[in-house]
T-cell receptor
Framework: DQQVKQNSPSLSVQEGRISILNCDYT??????FLWYKKYPAEGPTFLIS?????DKNEDGRFTVFLNKSAKHLSLHIVPSQPGDSAVYFC??????????FGTGTRLTIIP | ETGVTQTPRHLVMGMTNKKSLKCEQH?????MYWYKQSAKKPLELMFV?????QTENNSVPSRFSPECPNSSHLFLHLHTLQPEDSALYLC?????WGGGLAGTGELFFGEGSRLTVL
């Protein structure tokens, strides 16, 4: 049972526009949700997180929205830049349990 | 020098070989992890060490054998692997078990070791 789902394997967005990456989850126990970014031949790097008691967290061009009733979160990147082209992983976490990752979405920013 | 370093970056081995992956973290963290990344699959947690003690073995086959001699070093010993074990193996660390500060889940990953089993 996949507790964290990223249903879009890929997404292409024009430079300067908004990129919206989506993630759905099934486990209501998650305390935190995290987004990681991964370039080819590199390990994932932490990007932004949100506590389950909040519905929005913003850090520069990156904003994560959490809709607990829908068990859905999204990452907004605005404006999108070529350096944002990467694979983005959504992950959920609670208590002393392990991080549960989604399968990732490959974002391509078109110049 | 990056926070978490992994060697080798690439490894090709036959099914009868024995090899090891090495991970070193320079962040002063207490917990270290091995993850496996296969194509089109979520990152899979394999092992967790907290203060050098193994706290989780996520039903990993015995052909993968972890070793954590101290809080800064983590090894993954490989023997008699199968072609389906070919994947990117990622090491990660965190301040404490549970990730980040006060258990927020944040991990710091190495660049990974790309393993190909022939």
């Amino acid at each position: 049972d996949q507790q964290v789902k990223q249903n879009s394997p890929s997404l292409s967005v024009q430079e300067g526009r908004i990129s919206i990456l989506n993630c759905d989850y099934t486990n209501s126990m998650f305390d935190y949700f995290l987004w990681y970014k991964k370039y080819p031949a590199e390990g994932p790097t932490f990007l932004i997180s949100i506590s389950s008691i909040k519905d929005k967290n913003e850090d520069g061009r990156f904003t994560v929205f959490l809709n607990k009733s829908a068990k859905h979160l999204s990452l907004h990147i605005v404006p999108s830049q070529p350096g944002d082209s990467a694979v983005y992983f959504c992950a959920g976490y609670f208590g002393n349990e392990k991080l549960t990752f989604g399968t990732g979405t490959r974002l391509t920013i078109i110049p | 020098e990056t926070g978490v370093t992994q060697t080798p970056r690439h490894l090709v081995m036959g099914m009868t070989n024995k090899k090891s992956l090495k991970c070193e973290q320079h962040l002063g963290h207490n917990a270290m992890y091995w993850y496996k990344q296969s194509a089109k699959k979520p990152l899979e947690l394999m092992f967790v060490y907290n203060f050098k003690e193994q706290t989780e073995n996520n039903s990993v086959p015995s052909r993968f054998s972890p070793e954590c001699p101290n809080s800064s070093h983590l090894f993954l010993h490989l023997h008699t692997l199968q072609p389906e074990d070919s994947a990117l193996y990622l090491c990660a660390s965190s301040q404490d078990w549970g990730g980040g500060l006060a258990g927020t889940g944040e991990l710091f990953f190495g660049e990974g070791s790309r393993l190909t089993v022939l």
